[in-house]
């Protein structure tokens, strides 16, 4: 995910792996942009409590 991320959003992996590991909080931007990223590779709506379960994990 992180590597589409960076190459479909402009968001670099390094910054994805920070903060799916728990070690940055994501801004607001960065949770849009991982909702988008989610709906495009799962090719479903994505509600807000998966978005929030993928960044606890």
Do not use: C, D
């Amino acid at each position: 995910m992180a590597k589409h991320m960076e190459r479909h959003f402009g968001v670099s992996s390094a910054h994805v792996y920070v903060v799916l590991n728990g070690k940055a909080a994501p801004s607001w931007a960065l949770l849009q942009k991982l909702h988008a990223a989610l709906e495009t590779l799962l090719g479903r709506q994505v509600e807000l409590e998966e978005i929030l379960e993928v960044v606890r994990e």
